[in-house]
């Protein structure tokens, strides 16, 4: 039975059971004396009264426990996070305490993570606030301009396609909070099938070829053309294409960015390369934090989150990613996939 898995009930019980042996005993032995009910009698209640001082010193001692117990939670309650109920003992009273005790544990685990996403949400908001204060005085400052040039249509034009800008910049912004969001919080469904990872990248250097030509600047992609992976295919690109628009934006007219992807047994790699300004050592630790900019960088129209979005989603397809620069040569991004199902 469990409840003899008490070292202290089954020593109670042990006691019991030898009173009532020696009772037996010693009221076999009064039969063939005279006034033998008398001395049952007296073995009866000295018997009675043992079992009883037992028994009342028994639950006496566990009223204790349970009573520096609910000191305890007292205690806890009133904001010792610190406080435990002792447990030490064997049986199911110290197997409450102890899972009493993993709760107050948890509780505290969660409790710090609430302070730690208020203080990372009191950032955000102020990153946030500080990323649209700047479009949105550019955009003031436009409109007021174009209010005074209302007749003079290559003025007004000109700050049209400023305000544009900016409100693609702030729009930017929002999209990718909304995405990040998502993925923080697990609210996307992340549809994975597979996927031809150069078929993808041919895809990207497809949305970005205008704008390369246009900067005149190169995007060639390379690499194993039999490339799987298991995917989903637009959380996918997004992340990719925010590296190479990062790519694009921290290189010169002239300049090349790569895509490259290759397979082996256990792993899917692609590397993004590009012989631009390259990244600051300084900044190598912090590129991929939200809303990070770096103090070297020329970038003013950048926000930030790019990079961030692009680990997330990396991760979330169980992925790692690194980078590796050098200032005025270039910087290589390398991501992996492990193929599990070769491992």
């Given amino acids: 039975m469990k409840i003899f898995v008490n070292k202290k009930i089954k020593m109670l019980f042990c006691k019991i059971l030898l009173c009532i042996t020696i009772f037996i005993i010693f009221a076999v032995l009064c039969v063939r004396l005279e006034n033998t009910a008398i001395y049952i009698f007296i073995a009866a209640v000295c018997m009675s009264a043992i079992i009883l001082i037992l028994c009342y010193k028994y639950f006496y001692k566990q009223n204790k426990i349970i009573e520096d117990a609910a000191a305890k939670i007292r205690e806890y309650s009133l904001g010792n996070t610190k406080a435990r109920i002792e447990c030490n003992d064997e049986g199911e009273l110290n197997k409450l305490f102890h899972e009493m005790n993993s709760l107050a544990a948890i509780m505290n685990t969660h409790a710090e993570k609430e302070i730690c996403l208020k203080k990372f949400l009191k950032k955000t908001i102020s990153d946030i606030s500080h990323q649209l204060k700047t479009p949105l005085a550019a955009l003031n400052i436009y409109n007021g301009i174009m209010q005074d040039n209302i007749t003079d249509s290559d003025t007004v034009k000109e700050f049209t396609d400023l305000s544009e800008k900016e409100l693609d910049r702030i729009e930017t912004l929002v999209q990718n909070i909304l995405k990040l969001t998502k993925l923080d919080s697990g609210t996307i469904a992340i549809n994975k099938e ?76 692609i590397t993004i390369t590009d012989n631009g300004s390259g990244i600051h050592q300084e900044d190598l630790y912090h590129i991929f934090k939200r809303f990070y900019r770096s103090r070297f960088s020329k970038d003013t129209q950048g926000t930030g989150l790019g990079l961030s979005l692009a680990k997330s989603i990396i991760e979330e397809h169980n992925g790692t990613i690194e980078v590796d620069s050098e200032l005025e040569k270039g910087t290589i991004v390398i991501i992996n996939f492990f193929i599990t199902t070769k491992l």
């Fill in 194 to 269: 597979n996927e031809n990872v150069y078929e993808i990248l041919e895809d990207i250097k497809n949305r970005f070829v205008f704008r390369a030509n246009q900067e005149e600047k190169q995007i060639i992609v390379t690499g194993d053309t039999d490339a799987e992976i298991i995917c989903d295919r637009v959380w996918f690109i997004e992340a990719i294409e925010n590296i190479v628009k990062n790519a694009l934006d921290h290189t010169s007219s002239g300049d090349k960015i790569l895509l490259s992807c290759k397979s082996s047994a256990s792993i899917i790699q």
